[in-house]
């Protein structure tokens, strides 16, 4: 998940491990979003990490 330090929008992709760049899925303005991309990747939201 990256969140911006000004707006607080938040996004939630993959982090690159090989190059640290992100790639963007989808925005996450809410619980309901990140319960749908957690779904959709089978990721378990205590596993996601965020990056500022």
Do not use: W
Not at 15 to 24: I, L
Not at 25 to 49: T, W
Request: with cysteine; hydrophobic share 35%.
């Amino acid at each position: 998940m990256r969140v911006s330090i000004c707006t607080g929008e938040r996004t939630a992709g993959f982090q690159d491990r090989q190059t640290g760049n992100f790639h963007d899925v989808m925005q996450v303005p809410g619980s309901r979003e990140l319960a749908a991309f957690c779904k959709e990747y089978g990721i378990q939201e205590q596993d996601i990490v965020t990056i500022y």
